[in-house]
Each structure stands twice: as structure tokens, then as C-alpha cells.
């Protein structure tokens, strides 16, 4: 449980390289000990750094934390097959779909999103699910 909390505060600072106001998430995806990828909720590459539109609402286009660390390992030489996915934010279901076909096999988390439909459906697949609210 100790490293878990690691991973999750790692997590936590790479929220903060986002560039969304309403919610900073952020993603580490660890196997055997060693992170082979990371993500946090933006714009997709070659976009603006920016999330919110004039209402200050999230853009359709944005990338979750999760995704952005899924797709990055798809690019490089690592396999995400029997990993963990450490988030800050609970996944949604789209999300979630992703985690599944991607081979993960443990999500910890530390705040429960208010829609829970990603988190049903990991739990539907197997998916070992933790959450640890509190980090410190």
C-alpha cells in the first residue's frame, strides 16, 4: 500500500502539468516497478493548451489522463499487458474501455468521480479496483 500512495502523490504532480481550470488529472502507468508511461488531461498534440471554452466548458477534444498514457505506451516499445494504472480521478467509461482492451490489470485511484459507469464496468471486467482517498 505504501508504493501505491507513491505512485498516486507522483500522479498527483503530474495533474498539475495540465493545462485545464476545472479539473487537473493525472496518470502513471506502472509494470513490474517501473513507470512506462504517464498522461494528464489536455488538448491532443499539435492543439492549444487550452481546455475550456468561452462558458468554461471542457471541450469536447480534451483527453483524459488515462488515455493520454494509454495511447502514449501504444506509441513506444513497452506492453501495458498486466499493468497498473495510478489516477488521480476515477475513470470514466470510455476511459474504462480502453483500460480493459489495454490489458491493465489493477487502477488505484484517489477521488471517486460523481459518475461511477467506469468504474462499474472495470469492476464487471475484473479489474482489481483500490481506492485511496487520502495520500499525505
Not at 10 to 17: E, G, H, K, L, P
Not at 25 to 51: H, Q
Not at 67 to 76: G, M
Request: net charge negative; glycine share 6%; charged share 25%.
Amino acid at each position: 500500500m505504501a508504493i501505491d500512495k507513491r505512485y498516486l502523490k507522483m500522479a498527483r504532480i503530474w495533474a498539475s502539468n495540465s493545462y485545464c481550470i476545472r479539473k487537473q488529472v493525472g496518470a502513471l502507468l506502472v509494470k513490474e516497478k517501473m513507470i512506462i508511461s504517464d498522461g494528464y488531461n489536455g488538448t491532443p498534440s499539435g492543439f492549444e493548451n487550452k481546455c475550456e471554452d468561452e462558458h468554461e466548458n471542457t471541450k469536447s477534444y480534451v483527453l483524459h489522463a488515462e488515455a493520454n498514457a494509454i495511447t502514449k505506451v501504444a506509441k513506444s516499445n513497452n506492453s501495458s499487458d498486466g499493468s497498473t494504472l495510478y489516477i488521480t480521478t476515477s475513470p470514466c467509461v470510455e476511459c474504462a474501455k480502453l483500460i480493459i482492451q489495454s490489458g491493465i490489470v489493477r487502477v488505484i485511484y484517489q477521488e471517486k468521480y460523481r459518475i461511477t459507469d467506469g468504474l462499474d464496468l472495470l469492476d464487471r471486467a475484473e479489474i482489481e479496483l483500490v481506492h485511496i482517498p487520502e495520500i499525505d
